[in-house]
């Protein structure tokens, strides 16, 4: 008897550049398990109808990722902590009916940067944006307790309200939270480009002068801004494959309980 194929998905919009279908499929290949993994362009209006649909078709897991993240937190009728508390979702898992969802993106950030040999403990951080995808880390960067987080963005009334935000769990961990203030002279341990400044062809608005001994570009698959600044700095840098790599892995891991050997799909890629 042939054994049917377990279903996932990938979910957002766009998502034709999604590499997500063959990061999983080469997971899966190193235990034997046949997954049938698809990419679905859903947008927000048709996401809940969607969910219901592929939860009756018997889809196993989903990736969620651009714009569905905050939705999925929304809809999902339960959460991890993780997801909770970042207010995004990008790992549904289907059992009983029922949409259990988590968050792997923090995780798959400070896994890639361990493997670069940066370590967070005691440093200090400076995340640039203020939009999911650094909200979706905070969890996990706090987490790591480092001395200091500082916040800044190009709306920076948001930095404040996400300082707000974190400051709870930020003080439970002994970390300071601030927002970036120009007059500081500060060269950080880790600076973190968590907006989706090169996406589009407008001007890059980032604080001037800024110094730092690794930068980290959650973009990938191409040469921002920022890393041309990390490189005229002099500085070591990285974009943000690894995290897309490493949060892939570690979904793959809450879905079938197996930790994937990440190190040999970059050639693929
Ligand atoms: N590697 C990975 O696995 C991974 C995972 C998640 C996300 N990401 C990447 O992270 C990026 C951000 O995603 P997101 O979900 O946070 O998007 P988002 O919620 O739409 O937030 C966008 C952020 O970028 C800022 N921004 C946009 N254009 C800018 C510009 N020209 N100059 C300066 N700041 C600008 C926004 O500032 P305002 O508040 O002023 O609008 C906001 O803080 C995307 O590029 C995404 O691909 C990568």
């Not at 990419?39 to 969910?51: A, G, P, Q």
């Not at 029922?98 to 670069?116: A, F």
């Not at 203030?181 to 500060?186: C, F, T, W």
């Amino acid at each position: 008897m042939t054994k049917l194929n377990k279903k996932f998905a990938v979910l957002g919009h766009p998502i034709s550049h999604s590499l997500s279908p063959k990061i999983h499929q080469y997971f899966a290949s190193q235990f034997g398990i046949n997954l049938d993994y698809q990419r679905i362009d859903v947008e927000s209006t048709n996401f809940k109808k969607t969910l219901s649909d592929l939860k009756q078709e018997g889809y196993e897991g989903l990736n969620i990722t651009l714009p569905l993240k905050n939705l999925a937190y929304e809809i999902c009728d339960e959460l991890s902590l993780r997801a909770e508390q970042a207010k995004s979702v990008n790992t549904i898992s289907i059992k009983n009916d029922k949409l259990l969802g988590d968050t792997t993106d923090g995780l798959g950030l400070i896994t890639d940067l361990l493997i670069k040999n940066i370590s967070l403990a005691n440093k200090k951080i400076l995340v640039i944006g203020a939009g999911g995808a650094s909200n979706g880390v905070m969890f996990d960067l706090i987490s790591q307790h480092p001395q200091a987080i500082f916040l800044t963005n190009r709306t920076i009334t948001k930095s404040h309200d996400m300082a707000e935000y974190w400051a709870s769990l930020a003080k439970d961990n002994d970390v300071l939270l601030n927002i970036l203030s120009l007059k500081e002279d500060i060269t950080f341990d880790l600076i973190i480009n968590a907006t989706s400044s090169s996406l589009g062809n407008g001007s890059v608005i980032f604080p001037e002068n800024l110094k730092g001994y690794f930068w980290y570009d959650m973009m990938y698959g191409k040469q921002t801004p920022f890393l041309l600044k990390a490189e005229q700095n002099k500085a070591k840098f990285s974009d943000g494959l690894g995290m897309l790599v490493e949060q892939a892995a570690a979904a793959f891991n809450i879905w079938h309980h197996q930790k994937p050997d990440t190190k040999s799909i970059y050639e693929i890629l």
